[in-house]
T-cell receptor, first 112, second 116 residues
Framework: AQSVTQLGSHVSVSEGALVLLRCNYSSSVPPYLFWYVQYPNQGLQLLLKYTTGATLVKGINGFEAEFKKSETSFHLTKPSAHMSDAAEYFCAVSDLVNQFYFGTGTSLTVIP | EAGVTQFPSHSVIEKGQTVTLRCDPI?????LYWYRRVMGKEIKFLLHFVKESKQDESGMPNNRFLAERTGGTYSTLKVQPAELEDSGVYFC??????????????FGPGTRLTVL
């Protein structure tokens, strides 16, 4: 069975500071891992994904995440937060039949 | 190219009433998924259509929920009768035909359902 744990339902960072959103997963098969972002009144938008190959994946808007199998983690980072990054972020794992399992989400606040 | 659209964006109904949510996937996408997020909880899978057929409906909460996808285009999700615990945001997603081992899912903006 697949599941996702996102530590911290709310994270606040200062503008320009490092963003770190944590995600740990469990999966009985090699996982496909994703980060989605939801801006207010919009749908879920794919930030980045890991399927195979390089474990450090880069996404849109300067975000990146590293797949660490030994730690069963897929944490999302961005070196310097921008006000426009304020949104809700969801980590997800997918199995071979493309059913997605999401975490509970992390709401990111950026303080000017 | 238009994305996944959902209607309505918000719905407020009383317990016992019926509500029908609609999802229009990206044109040409055979796969259509419904998900639900209850406040503060994770987004949970409800069911998966491949064209007009239900591929997996293991996430449907109970028989008060009925999903259809006539003609393999848009889909509706009906809740009848609605209960308080049905409140949440209902997301729809679509993806192309599964010609590879993985398909990215494209999500709609969701329908926020409030049952009073």
């Amino acid at each position: 069975a697949q599941s996702v744990t996102q530590l911290g339902s709310h994270v606040s960072v200062s503008e320009g500071a490092l963003v770190l959103l944590r995600c740990n997963y469990s999966s009985s098969v090699p996982p496909y891992l994703f980060w989605y972002v939801q801006y207010p009144n919009q749908g879920l938008q794919l930030l980045l994904k890991y399927t195979t190959g390089a474990t450090l994946v880069k996404g849109i808007n300067g975000f990146e995440a590293e797949f660490k199998k030994s730690e069963t983690s897929f944490h999302l980072t961005k070196p310097s937060a921008h006000m426009s990054d304020a949104a809700e972020y969801f980590c997800a794992v997918s199995d071979l039949v493309n059913q997605f399992y999401f975490g509970t989400g992390t709401s990111l606040t950026v303080i000017p | 190219e238009a994305g996944v659209t959902q209607f309505p964006s918000h719905s407020v109904i009383e317990k016992g009433q019926t509500v029908t949510l609609r999802c229009d996937p990206i044109s040409g996408h055979d796969n259509l998924y419904w998900y639900r997020r209850v406040m503060g909880k994770e987004i949970k899978f409800l069911l998966h259509f491949v064209k007009e057929s239900k591929q997996d409906e293991s996430g449907m909460p109970n028989n008060r929920f009925l999903a259809e996808r006539t003609g393999g285009t848009y889909s509706t999700l009906k809740v009848q009768p609605a209960e308080l615990e049905d409140s949440g945001v209902y997301f729809c997603a679509s993806s192309p035909s599964a010609l590879s081992s993985y398909n990215e899912q494209f999500f709609g903006p969701g329908t926020r359902l409030t049952v009073l």
